[in-house]
């Protein structure tokens, strides 16, 4: 049982190129979440889904895209990377509203 | 502008002794409180939640204490152990499905 699995685990970019992460659970779960963490900042959401198709904006979503056309997977997309994109990008599923179960996450640099 | 407030930004205690990490919010909306704990290198891991009609819960070592007046909730660690090191945060969600979290707080237990 993998739980949450984030593919890749690191990534360096350059300013101006596209990226798409990818987050996996194999828990059945309807919600799924992507978030950012940066030093001193917590988390902070940038958009989630409930269920297989739908998606939503959280708090910080400018500069990034999603999709959920499988229930078990949601995709985060940056269509043009910015330094200030530079985080620990961190996925989340659940079967409620909380977020429960996180990956170990994806340490992106953008140079 | 920072929806839950946490504090102390990091902690020293020694082993046996009691954490005390505190969080406060202004949102009345908000309906959920849990908490998560994170080691280095790791995503969140959900630690254990309230809802604001109880005043405290707990589960363990582990006990959150609520104070719906003042909008200020706490996670009490008893008989802290090395193996708590790790960093804490405390989040507070709406019905909207999005939760905010606070900035963290390190927490070192010596031996």
């Known amino acids: 049982n993998a739980g949450v699995t984030q593919t890749p685990k690191f990534r360096v970019l350059k300013t101006g190129q596209s990226m798409t992460l990818l987050c996996a659970q194999d828990m059945n779960h309807e919600y799924m979440y992507w978030y950012r963490q940066d030093p001193g900042m917590g988390l902070r959401l940038i958009h989630y889904s409930v269920g297989e198709g739908t998606t939503a904006k959280g708090e910080v979503p400018d500069g990034y895209n999603v999709s959920r056309l499988k229930k078990q997977n949601f995709l985060l997309g940056l269509e043009s990377a910015a330094p200030s994109q530079t985080s620990v990008y961190f996925c989340a599923s659940s079967h409620g509203r909380q977020p429960q179960h996180f990956g170990d996450g994806t340490r992106l640099s953008i140079l | 502008q920072q929806q839950v407030k946490q504090s102390p930004q990091s902690l020293i205690v020694q082993k046996g002794g009691i954490s005390i990490i505190n969080c406060a919010y202004e949102?009345?909306?908000?309906?959920?409180f849990p908490w998560y704990q994170q080691f280095p290198g790791k995503g969140p891991a959900l630690l254990i939640a309230?809802?604001?009609?109880?005043s405290e819960k707990k589960e363990g070592r582990f006990t959150i204490s609520f104070n719906k007046s003042a909008k200020q909730f706490s996670l009490h660690i008893m008989d802290s152990q090395p193996g708590d090191s790790a960093t804490y945060f405390c989040?507070?969600?709406?019905?909207?499905?999005?939760?905010?979290f606070g900035t963290g707080t390190s927490l070192t237990v010596i031996p």
């Open positions: 309230i809802r604001p009609d109880v």
């Open positions: 949102n009345t909306a908000f309906d959920y």
């Open positions: 989040a507070a969600g709406d019905t909207g499905n999005q939760f905010y």
